[in-house]
Nanobody, 118 residues
Framework: QVQLVESGGGLVQAGGSLRLSCAASGSTASINAMGWYRQAPGKQRELVAR???????NHAESVKGRFTISRDNAKNTVHLQMNSLKPEDTAVYYC????????????WGQGTQVTVSS
């Protein structure tokens, strides 16, 4: 089993920045791909960014050039640097981990709220 704990959410003005972190514990050697999802009120959960075990990344078109995903395998952490935030980025952000290269995996964090005011 893998446990994921997110941190770093909060309230920020439009144009500001936040850095989300996700710490994994438990059977971390089994983790392959990791990613960040978000879910806004009344909307489906969507993939924001993903990173492979060797650091290859993909970002959703809506966040390209503004968000950057990274991971530190030695510390079992994954981060999401969010710059130039917009009100439409407001959502609960979830960390996800998979034992394969495919997302979503079986492991989810509890979520962290990001609110961007205009």
């Amino acid at each position: 089993q893998v446990q994921l704990v997110e941190s770093g959410g909060g309230l920020v003005q439009a144009g500001g920045s936040l850095r989300l972190s996700c710490a994994a514990s438990g059977s971390t050697a089994s983790i392959n791909a990791m990613g960040w999802y978000r879910q806004a009120p009344g909307k489906q959960r969507e993939l924001v960014a993903r990173i492979s075990s060797v650091g290859m990344t993909n970002h959703a078109e809506s966040v390209k050039g503004r968000f950057t995903i990274s991971r530190d395998n030695a510390k079992n952490t994954v981060h999401l640097q969010m710059n130039s935030l917009k009100p439409e980025d407001t959502a609960v952000y979830y960390c996800n981990a998979a034992t394969t290269s495919f997302l979503p995996g079986n492991y989810w964090g509890q979520g962290t709220q990001v609110t961007v005011s205009s």
